[in-house]
């Protein structure tokens, strides 16, 4: 992550805002997918050959008829220059394709101008992750209690025992 973006995160963590870090994208396949953030608990979907904003401060979970996708949000975030900023929101483009690949897009150079292909930096096009398996970690909301018990005797239950009485 470039220093910049870093102390932006850090700036506005400390003067109580959350910047909007989103991907605008693109769904280059023939399905229709839908976007789930798990922590935000929201989701949305897009149309084939269309595309949308999607929040990448958490994970992402990407739904399509032949399977789920998931991607940490520590992979999603692209390098500070394939973002534009207005205000405290700032974006990047992608495009998705049928296998799950997400491909980092050049901002647009002006106003109605498309995001255009470029050449990939270190870490994307990003690949899917197997989905970890969220139901067996604890949560604030399910904690278990893990009790460990260590059988102790007193010599004089032990002695008991030994001569049958």
């Given at each position: 992550m470039n220093a910049r973006l870093l102390l932006l995160f850090l700036t506005t963590l400390l003067?109580?805002?959350?910047?909007?870090?989103?991907?605008?994208?693109?769904?280059?396949?023939?399905?229709?997918?839908?976007?789930?953030?798990?922590?935000?608990?929201s989701s949305s979907s897009i149309q084939p050959h269309?595309?949308?904003?999607?929040?990448?401060?958490?994970?992402?979970?990407?739904?399509?008829?032949?399977?789920?996708?998931?991607?940490?949000?520590?992979?999603?975030?692209?390098?500070?220059p394939f973002f534009q900023q207005h205000g405290m929101r700032w974006r990047a483009f992608g495009?998705?394709?049928?296998?799950?690949?997400?491909f980092?897009?050049?901002?647009?150079?002006?106003?109605?101008?498309?995001p255009h292909e470029v050449e990939q930096p270190q870490g994307f096009p990003l690949q899917p992750h197997k989905r970890p398996n969220?139901?067996?970690q604890p949560t604030a909301g399910r904690r278990t209690l893990k009790i460990s018990m260590?059988?102790?005797?007193?010599?004089a239950a032990t002695r008991a025992l030994a001569s049958g009485g």
């Open positions: 003067s109580g805002c959350v910047p909007g870090l989103v991907l605008n994208l693109y769904n280059a396949t023939e399905e229709t997918l839908t976007i789930t953030n798990p922590q935000l608990r269309a595309a949308a904003d999607i929040h990448i401060t958490d994970d992402v979970l990407i739904h399509s008829p032949r399977g789920s996708w998931f991607y940490a949000q520590s992979s999603t975030v692209p390098p500070t495009r998705i394709d049928s296998r799950g690949r997400i980092v897009l050049a901002p647009p150079s002006s106003e109605g101008a498309a969220h139901a067996m260590t059988p102790t005797s007193s010599p």
